[in-house]
């Protein structure tokens, strides 16, 4: 399996090995999360040459505890852990991981690691980030895996020109709501927009990580 080449993979680490306090097996446990929606992925360990191969590469890297290896995570499923920042914790005994995760990080072929619910108290999911990103995630989807009476892949089939058609639509329905006192229907219209907008963007192939560089470009 060959590792996608990325640019900007350089690492230069604040803190040297010998910083680390480790485990008594000699080596330190990484929490690794996904860097776009903050997603925990998966726990491993490093020793001290997974941890300089990882600053080196650019490409996470652990120590495999069962094989008693070096374990270059994607090298044989092909989905590779590109770190985007590396933090050490306030006891210098654990690393939080920020990656670009190609594909799934678990042997199972889940996303994440965690995926078998123990407790949750019921809560609607709010978080602006989490939303969008999987809202954007199901329209994909559908781009991909057409699903026969979905809204999104009529959009999809009529092409660009409905899908821009209904962008203006939405965004004047936008500005008309907005003279209104109810908030509420405000609130309903750049729903629809953004829902709108991010067909849009799936049709083009831009994905949120392409907006919010834009955006970050700005400031």
């Known amino acids: ?76 499923s092909g989905h590779f852990q590109y770190v985007q920042s590396l933090y050490l914790d306030c006891d210098n005994d654990t690393i939080l991981a920020r990656v670009d995760q190609v594909g799934a990080a678990c042997h199972t072929g889940s996303r994440s690691c965690f995926f078998k619910e123990l407790a949750q108290k019921e809560y609607i999911e709010t978080n602006p980030l989490t939303v969008l990103l999987e809202d954007y995630k199901i329209i994909m989807d559908r781009k991909v895996n057409p699903k026969e009476g979905s809204y999104t892949n009529y ?32 609130k309903y219209e750049i729903a629809d927009f953004l829902y709108h907008m991010m067909v849009l963007m799936a049709e083009c192939d831009i994905d949120w990580s392409d907006i919010t560089k834009e955006l970050v470009n700005r400031r």
């Open 1 to 76: 399996m060959i590792m996608e080449e990325r640019k900007g993979t350089l690492l230069k680490a604040a803190f040297a090995w010998e910083d680390l306090k480790l485990n008594s097996d000699g080596m330190v446990c990484v929490v690794v999360q996904d860097d776009k929606n903050k997603d925990v992925l998966m726990v491993a360990y490093m020793n001290r040459e997974a941890y300089e191969k990882t600053i080196e590469t650019g490409v996470m890297t652990y120590w495999s505890r069962s094989r008693n290896e070096l374990w270059v995570k994607g090298l044989t």
């Open 155 to 186: 959009l999809f089939d009529k092409g660009i020109d409905k899908i821009l058609k209904k962008c203006g639509e939405e965004a004047t329905e936008i500005v008309i709501a907005a003279k209104n006192p109810d908030s509420e229907e405000l």
